[in-house]
């Protein structure tokens, strides 16, 4: 039992590049959020899917795509990549919304030159 | 009003110390209520959740007030190995960070 697995674990891009990041969780979760971490701002809440074929907006979206195929995988597209997204991603999944925490991955860490 | 709000800290307690952590948070119709703990450059895990009726983990006690819309931890006889940011979390159909507060146990 993996848990939550993303990939890469760091990855450095110029500006403008575009690329995924991947998060697989082999746990059956229908739950799976994309969330990013920056000094003083804490979590913040990017894209979330509640099931496969269904997702939404969080607090920051712009700039980034999901698509949920499957309900094992969650990938992140970052469409032209800027500096302002530099940051540390974390996936994470649960099996739903009521008193069930949610499982991270251990996080991919993005520097955008 | 912010969506989860948490003191930043950090707090600086000697260890054996009781700490408490408080939390608001503005949707009325949140469902879900966790305390996740993060140590430096890792991420988050699941510390408890948080029941109306209050819940305890060892030396971690939870308490949920809904009607003040407030969620607090308390740790009891902190540990060295209890230094970490502290997270509160509320959610549904999504699920909202605070921003942690930061916590350091002193020797």
């Known amino acids: 039992n993996a848990g939550v697995t993303q990939t890469p674990k760091f990855q450095v891009l110029k500006t403008g590049q575009s690329m995924t990041l991947q998060c697989a969780q082999d746990?059956?979760?229908?739950?799976m959020s994309w969330y990013r971490q920056d000094p003083g701002m804490g979590l913040r809440l990017i894209h979330y899917?509640?099931?496969?074929?269904?997702?939404d907006q969080g607090e920051v979206p712009n700039g980034y795509n999901v698509s949920r195929s499957t309900t094992e995988d969650f990938p992140l597209r970052l469409l032209s990549a800027a500096p302002s997204q530099t940051s540390v991603y974390f996936c994470?999944?649960?099996?739903?919304?009521?008193?069930?925490?949610?499982?991270f991955g251990s996080g991919t860490r993005l520097t955008v030159v | 009003r912010k969506e989860v709000e948490q003191d930043p800290g950090p707090f600086n307690v000697p260890e054996g110390a009781t700490v408490a952590f408080n939390c608001t948070y503005s949707?009325?119709?949140?469902?879900?209520f966790f305390w996740y703990r993060q140590d430096c450059r890792k991420e988050p895990k699941l510390l408890m959740s948080?029941?109306?009726s209050g819940n305890e983990d060892g030396r971690f006690t939870a308490q949920l007030n809904r009607a003040s819309q407030y969620i607090s931890l308390l740790i009891r006889d902190s540990k060295l190995s209890d230094s970490a940011t502290y997270l509160c979390?509320?959610?549904?159909?999504?699920?909202?960070f605070g921003k942690g507060t930061r916590l350091h146990i002193l020797p």
């Open positions: 979390v509320v959610g549904g159909d999504k699920i909202i």
């Open positions: 746990m059956n979760h229908e739950y």
């Open positions: 899917s509640v099931g496969a074929g269904i997702t």
């Open positions: 948080v029941y109306s």
């Open positions: 994470a999944s649960s099996y739903g919304a009521d008193n069930y925490g949610y499982t």
């Open positions: 949707n009325s119709a949140s469902q879900s």
